[in-house]
């Protein structure tokens, strides 16, 4: 079955140092790619997201993924970490069977102290 | 534009109470979909419609029936609401082209049962 593994469900880093959350999936089949972030109370917004071309993408706020077939993964990252930055992040794919639905992780929480 | 609308904010039930959540999108999306969202777990499908008229079961349907009133809204009923039901509740739409493929978030409705 098609599933996403987002490692570490709490990430805490200092103010400017680098952000690197974890997203795997299995897929027997290229998927799109996710990434959304949920600030507190509020919906998830796209960060950005890889559906084709080229595979590093580049997203609001300074973060970035790379799209990684061999390695089945698709690591979110952030050279310099604002506090603004704290929140949750989930990483989603499509499924093998098609385009018209996504399959969320379990999300990390991303703590920023100074 | 208002985006992906969703109505009550908030809702506490007791046991056994039914209630209908509503949604609305104003994007002329033809896909709504319903998640909820638990600690831990990320967000989990609980039924979506591809296009007016058209309804499927997601990876938790038990308990929840929907509606596709019509492109614009797509209603969540509980017909007997159960404490395990407690959770935050997503509506969300998808533009599906490759290009632009991305799915839209209400801003949730946090419903507690009792």
């Known amino acids: 079955a098609q599933s996403v593994t987002q490692l570490g469900s709490h990430v805490s880093v200092s103010e400017g140092a680098l952000v690197l959350l974890r997203c795997n999936y299995s897929?027997?089949?290229?998927?799109?790619l996710f990434w959304y972030v949920q600030y507190p109370n509020q919906g998830l917004q796209l960060l950005l997201k890889?559906?084709?071309?080229?595979?590093l993408v580049k997203g609001i706020n300074g973060f970035e993924a790379e799209f990684k077939k061999s390695e089945t993964s698709f690591h979110l990252t952030k050279p310099s970490a604002h506090m603004s930055d704290a929140a949750e992040y989930f990483c989603?794919?499509?499924?093998?069977?098609?385009?018209?639905?996504?399959?969320f992780g379990a999300g990390t929480r991303l703590a920023v102290h100074p | 534009n208002a985006g992906v609308t969703q109505t009550p904010k908030f809702q506490v039930l007791k046991t056994g109470q039914s209630m209908t959540l509503q949604c609305a999108q104003d994007?002329?999306?033809?896909?709504m979909y319903w998640y909820r969202q638990d600690p831990g777990m990320g967000l989990r499908l609980i039924y979506y419609?591809?296009?007016?008229?058209?309804?499927d079961k997601g990876e938790v349907p038990n308990g929840y029936n929907v509606s596709r009133l019509n492109k614009r809204e797509f209603s969540l009923r509980l017909e007997s609401a159960a404490p395990s039901q407690t959770s935050v509740y997503f509506c969300?739409?998808?533009?599906?082209?490759?290009?632009?493929?991305?799915?839209?978030f209400g801003p949730g409705t946090r419903l507690t049962v009792l």
């Open positions: 989603a794919v499509t499924p093998s069977g098609g385009y018209n639905k996504l399959i």
């Open positions: 897929s027997s089949v290229p998927p799109y």
């Open positions: 890889y559906t084709t071309g080229a595979t």
């Open positions: 994007m002329n999306h033809n896909s």
């Open positions: 419609s591809a296009s007016e008229g058209t309804t």
């Open positions: 969300a739409t998808l533009s599906g082209s490759a290009l632009a493929y991305e799915q839209f």
